[in-house]
């Protein structure tokens, strides 16, 4: 009776919970790892890199609302709801893709 409904959909589904949660769970990990600390950007560190390739880019300083200063913000302050979300979406979206793909 049931036997055409597509349980690939279940794996597809269940592996985007799984990447979304882990994705809004991991996000703050890699951002320290990175280099984009509670106590400021790492020295020799990823951020580091980054923000004194923004700083040369911008004539010595970082500009406010850029990759750098978003990520250094959400370092020191943790990720916000809407942050938080768009992770999570991302990180649902791919590995849905890539259950889908697999």
Same mark, same amino acid.
Request: aromatic share 4%; glycine share 26%; hydrophobic share 50%.
């Given at each position: 009776m049931f036997s055409a409904f597509p349980y690939f !959909?279940?794996? *597809?589904a @269940?592996?985007? @919970?799984? =990447?979304? #949660? $882990? @994705?809004a769970v991991a996000a703050p990990f890699v951002l320290g790892a990175i =280099?984009? /600390? %509670? +106590?400021g950007i790492a @020295? =020799? %560190?990823?951020a580091a890199s980054m923000m004194s390739g923004?700083? *040369? +880019?911008? $004539? #010595? #300083?970082?500009a406010a =609302? %850029? +990759?750098v200063a978003v990520l250094q913000s959400a370092g020191m302050a $943790? !990720? $916000? /709801?809407a942050a938080t979300s768009v992770v999570a979406g991302a990180g649902g979206v791919? /590995? #849905? !893709?890539? +259950? !889908?793909i697999f």
């Open positions: !959909l279940v794996t *597809i @269940a592996a985007s @919970a799984l =990447g979304a #949660g $882990g @994705a =280099g984009f /600390t %509670s +106590a @020295a =020799g %560190s990823y923004a700083a *040369i +880019a911008n $004539g #010595g #300083g970082v =609302g %850029s +990759a $943790g !990720l $916000g /709801t791919l /590995t #849905g !893709l890539v +259950a !889908l």
